[in-house]
């Protein structure tokens, strides 16, 4: 049912790797669809290398004409669907989100890139002046180094957090697993831990992810449900 989609007119962020891990640790526990909208297909070309769990079902052939359709039909077939875009600002994106249940704005620990997710910021703010209601978000700092926090990525989270931005208290750290799973085009859990530095480390960390998007995922459903009564 929730839709889930990544989001960040910036390239290079960490949209798909972000995509691909949840979509591993999420497919362990019930059926996903992962809607691939990235241009480059990635996870069409991860798919290929034969690997991909059957509860994980990859849709690579949404466009700006169809996405509502496809994101419509993936939720009444899957417990969860994943939405991986382009790195933009296009049409498509836009539809996207006025069908998400919760929007995942990657960030690199960098100024330049928190200044980029204000603007996925103000997509989320249009949509929610569009639909009249509440689009569920929160900002996943990725590519972080688990051994320092450094001072440029504290001085954005505290940015972040005096603007009242709503941000993962998880976050992605750098690890050379989530490239080996696109490299290898295995699981993350399929890999070997011969083969790839602090494998388990990563996996902590894809979990941590992984059950604060399922808590933030219940707690809107609630608050919604709250409402409506
Ligand atoms: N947590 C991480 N640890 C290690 N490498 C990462 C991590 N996140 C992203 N990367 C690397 O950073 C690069 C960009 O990541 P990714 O392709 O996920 O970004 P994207 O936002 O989907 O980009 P695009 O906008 O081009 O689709 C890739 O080389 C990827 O392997
Ligand atoms: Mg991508």
Redo the contacts with the bound molecule.
């Keep these: 049912m929730p839709t889930i989609v990544?989001l960040?007119p910036?390239?290079?962020?960490?949209?798909?790797?972000?995509?691909?891990?949840l979509a591993n640790q999420l497919s362990q526990g019930a059926p996903v669809t992962v809607i691939d909208a990235?241009?480059?297909r990635?996870f069409q070309s991860w798919e290929r290398g034969g690997n991909a769990p059957d509860n994980l079902k990859i849709i690579a052939d949404a466009d700006e004409e169809n996405i509502i359709d496809k994101i419509e039909e993936a939720a009444a077939a899957t417990p969860f669907v994943i939405v991986?875009?382009?790195?933009t600002a296009a049409k498509i994106v836009v539809l996207a989100v006025s069908q998400a249940d919760l929007v995942i704005i990657?960030t690199q620990g960098s100024q330049l890139d928190a200044e980029q997710a204000g603007r996925a910021l103000k997509v989320i703010h249009q949509q929610e002046k569009m639909s009249r209601s509440k689009v569920d978000y929160g900002v996943l700092l990725?590519?972080t180094n688990p051994a320092i926090r450094t001072r440029t990525t504290s001085h954005i989270m505290e940015g972040l957090g005096n603007n009242a931005i709503s941000v993962f208290d998880t976050q992605?750290?750098?690890?050379?697993?989530?490239?080996a799973m696109?490299s290898f085009r295995q699981t993350l859990d399929g890999l070997r831990g011969e083969d790839v530095a602090n494998l388990d480390k990563a996996i902590a960390n894809a979990n941590a992810f992984t059950m604060e998007v399922v808590d933030r995922l219940r707690a809107s459903k609630q608050a919604r449900a709250g409402e409506a009564a």
Excluded at 172 to 179: G, N
């Design positions: 990544f960040s910036k390239g290079g962020v960490g949209k798909t790797t972000s995509a691909m891990i990235d241009p480059n990635p991986d875009l382009e790195g990657p990725t590519r992605l750290h750098e690890r050379e697993a989530y490239r696109f």
